[in-house]
């Protein structure tokens, strides 16, 4: 077997699942992640680290070693090595194994592995669940569309806050607790998005009033990215309209037989 027939293969099993040893190959692939993440799982539990922690590691070091191969015939098979190396999957598989390795550096830092879950995401490609894959690039155009405006609106929220927090820390002063203009943002960040720790509470009335403002405000603008991006969803969802080819009108609902204007049968392109 020439070099170029080894990785023309290595390539259809790896990254077509299209095939029947792609489709063993990805499903296998599938189960080593579960394997994995339920293994990192098993480590952050006290009481079974101090009994099984030896086969934990053995197990981890396993995973990771797969992992590892795994990866280094993905970039050897792949027709663009470097398309495939910066690709969303190509960042995923290499961030999937280097925790394992930098673990013997920096403790702890091992739980990272369960990055891997990310790696579940080719479970739609693999079970062609074409459904859901296209549900899927509608909330992706949706969250796309309305990224600016997100943005601009998370601009305006940051600035509202340092804003709010400067003034509690001179309405309140270090003896509320507000003892630095950073902790009295951090309050007003708490504050706004209603989670209310309780850990720092305005003391004067003056201070009570701006708070109770601030819940208020945190009330309507919880709601503001939501609307934005389900807005976008209902645009990129919608089915565009075409117009009769007789009378030129736009035919509403697109699914429509008839031209609501003209009555024009309309032809369905199969």
Same mark, same amino acid.
């Given at each position: ?28 692939? &599938? ?6 993440? /339920? ?21 981890? %070091?396993?995973?990771? $070693? ?20 910066? +690709? ?13 390795? &930098? ?14 879950? /990310?790696?579940?995401?080719? $479970?739609?490609?693999? /079970? ?53 203009? #950073?902790?009295?943002?951090? %309050? ?54 075409? #117009?009769? #080819? ?7 609902? #697109?699914?429509?037989?008839?031209? +609501? ?10």
């Amino acid at each position: 077997m020439s070099k170029e027939t080894f990785r023309s293969k290595v390539y259809t099993i790896i990254f077509h699942s299209d095939t029947p040893g792609g489709r063993r190959f990805d499903v296998i692939l &599938l189960w080593l992640i579960l394997l994995s993440m /339920l293994s990192v799982f098993l480590e952050s539990i006290a009481s079974v680290r101090k009994n099984y922690h030896t086969y934990i590691t053995a197990a981890e %070091w396993v995973f990771t $070693v797969i992992f590892t191969i795994e990866y280094i015939f993905r970039l050897y098979s792949s027709p663009s090595r470097l398309r495939y190396f910066f +690709s969303f999957y190509g960042i995923i598989d290499l961030l999937a194994v280097i925790p394992g390795y &930098l673990g013997l550096l920096i403790p702890n830092l091992q739980y990272l592995l369960v990055i891997r879950a /990310l790696r579940l995401l080719r $479970v739609f490609r693999i /079970l062609k669940l074409t459904r859901y894959l296209n549900e899927g690039d509608v909330l992706k155009q949706a969250l796309k569309a309305s990224m600016y405006k997100i943005v601009v609106f998370l601009a305006t929220v940051v600035t509202m806050v340092i804003i709010m927090g400067t003034l509690m820390y001179v309405i309140e002063g270090e003896k509320n607790g507000f003892t630095s203009i #950073p902790v009295s943002i951090y %309050w007003a960040v708490v504050t706004i998005t209603t989670v209310g720790y309780g850990d720092i509470s305005p003391e004067t009335p003056l201070g009570q009033f701006l708070a109770g403002v601030l819940m208020i405000i945190g009330y309507g603008i919880i709601a503001v990215p939501t609307g934005i991006v389900s807005a976008e969803m209902a645009k990129a969802s919608q089915v565009p309209l075409k #117009p009769c #080819p007789v009378c030129s009108n736009l035919i509403d609902p #697109p699914h429509a037989r008839f031209c +609501s204007n003209c009555g024009k049968e309309q032809i369905k392109k199969d």
